[in-house]
Every structure is written in structure tokens, then in C-alpha cells.
């Protein structure tokens, strides 16, 4: 399995932007889909975005298509997430997954998670 770890959470104000980062080691992500899913209080994890292993194929939940843009950096292992136009709905703890497909991420079947960052849109 790879190991995950995000970045670049934080406090940001309607309108705002931020951009995760979700940085990979154990394993090269050369042939690894990878995904962005998010949990609020209270609710169940949902799918955000999901980037093929070469970056030529991508998906967004409709809740955040035209607002987040998911992209990669192979040759630094790394994955990211910029949020634009941040509403208070998008307050969630975000998690990075890996796994074979983009269809096996936007399943949620993802063997390898990271530990979250938590994002905070204030109104």
C-alpha cells in the first residue's frame, strides 16, 4: 500500500480558496488512480474528485464541478485538490485515496486512505 498524507487544510472565509495537497510515500502513484473524498459532522463520506494515473481522465461530484480542480505530480508523488469559491457546505475533514481505477475510487474501495485535514468555510 502507499501512504498518504494531506495538507493544506485550514479556516477560510466564503468566496475563499484553498488547495490540498496529498503528498505519497512507500510507493510511486505512477499507476495509482487518486481521489478526494470529504466527511461533515454528521454525515457520511462522500466522493469530491477523482484524477486517472496519467491525469487524463478526471471526475467531480456535481456539488463541486466548475469550484474544484483536482491534479497530480508524479515525478513528486503528489496530488492535489484547489478549491475555489468555497461555500459553508464545503466544511468537511478531506481524505486522499489511491487505488487501481478511478472507478474503484469514486466506489469508495480504495485500499489506501490518509489521516484527513480538516477544512473550515466560515459565512
Known amino acids: 500500500q502507499v501512504q498518504l498524507v494531506e495538507s493544506g487544510g485550514g479556516l477560510v472565509q466564503a468566496g475563499g480558496s484553498l488547495r490540498l495537497s496529498c503528498a505519497a510515500s512507500?510507493?510511486?502513484?505512477?499507476?495509482?488512480?487518486m481521489g478526494w473524498f470529504r466527511q461533515a459532522p454528521g454525515k457520511e463520506r462522500e466522493f469530491v474528485a477523482t484524477?486517472?494515473?496519467?491525469?487524463?481522465?478526471?471526475y467531480y461530484a456535481d456539488s463541486v464541478k466548475g469550484r474544484f480542480t483536482i491534479s497530480r505530480d508524479n515525478a513528486k508523488n503528489t496530488v492535489y485538490l484547489q478549491m475555489n469559491s468555497l461555500k459553508p457546505e464545503d466544511t468537511a475533514v478531506y481524505y486522499c485515496?489511491?487505488?487501481?481505477?478511478?472507478?474503484?475510487?469514486?466506489?469508495?474501495?480504495?485500499?489506501?486512505w490518509g489521516q484527513g485535514t480538516q477544512v473550515t468555510v466560515s459565512s
Open positions: 484524477i486517472s494515473w496519467n491525469g487524463g481522465t478526471t
Open positions: 512507500g510507493r510511486t502513484i505512477r499507476t495509482y488512480a
Open positions: 485515496a489511491a487505488a487501481t481505477s478511478t472507478a474503484t475510487i469514486r466506489r469508495g474501495e480504495s485500499d489506501s
